[in-house]
């Protein structure tokens, strides 16, 4: 029972390239959510999700694309990867919503585009 | 605008002193806030959170977190610190324009360094 994990874990990439990062849960939460996080701008929102095909943007989505056609499953495609999403991205995810209810996050992806 | 603030990028404490990282919030109605810690290479582990009642909160490891509504702080505490507290430790507060979910504003992060 692995929680909410993340693929790859390390991914370097070169300009322009499209890619993609994983996120799978098993707990069956109905929130899942895409943060990056950079030296100084602690976690930035990208995208969320309440469910299955219900995606949002969130603080800076620019450069994304997410897709939930599953409940468990909520990838990130960068189309044309650029030099500034170089990053560290986390996936998270919650459960019915509530105020009260806490993220969970994955293991992290480390990203570096040439 | 909402936001949280965490005003030491760095804390140093001596191992079996006391140690606060402190978080200040400004949102709208009333805040649920959250304390995440990161080890090097790992993703955020929750450790509290506020929601209501009580305004000491206590979670995993031995810390707590004191909510103080009127200087609209929430302070991360730990009565006698270990070596293996040292990671960043991040202040999170529920946005309050987020209706149905659940979204976090974070602060930048406080990195925590426990000497010997």
């Known amino acids: 029972d692995a929680g909410i994990t993340q693929s790859p874990r390390y991914k370097i990439t070169e300009t322009g390239r499209q890619v993609t990062l994983m996120c799978h849960q098993t707990w069956s939460h109905s929130y899942m959510f895409w943060y990056r996080q950079d030296l100084g701008h602690g976690l930035r929102l990208i995208y969320y999700?309440?469910?299955?095909?219900?995606?949002d943007k969130g603080e800076v989505p620019d450069g994304y694309v997410v897709s939930r056609s599953k409940t468990e499953n909520f990838p990130l495609t960068l189309e044309s990867a650029t030099r500034s999403q170089t990053s560290v991205y986390f996936c998270?995810?919650?459960?019915?919503?509530?105020?009260?209810?806490?993220?969970?996050f994955g293991p992290g992806t480390r990203l570096l585009v040439l | 605008a909402q936001s949280v603030a965490q005003p030491e990028d760095q804390v140093n404490v001596a191992e079996g002193n006391p140690l606060t990282v402190k978080c200040t919030y400004s949102?709208?109605?009333?805040?649920?806030l959250f304390w995440y810690v990161q080890y090097p290479n790992r993703g955020l582990q929750f450790l509290l959170k506020?929601?209501?009642?009580?305004?000491l909160v206590k979670g995993s490891y031995g810390f707590e977190a004191e909510f103080n509504k009127s200087q609209t702080s929430f302070h991360l505490k730990k009565p006698s610190a270990l070596v293996s507290d040292s990671a960043l430790y991040f202040c999170a507060v529920r946005d309050a324009l987020s209706g149905g979910y659940n979204k976090l504003i974070f602060g930048a992060g406080t990195r925590l360094a426990v000497h010997p």
């Open positions: 998270a995810s919650s459960g019915v919503a509530g105020a009260q209810e806490t993220q969970y």
């Open positions: 999700s309440a469910a299955a095909d219900i995606t």
């Open positions: 949102v709208s109605g009333n805040p649920y």
């Open positions: 506020y929601i209501t009642g009580d305004n």
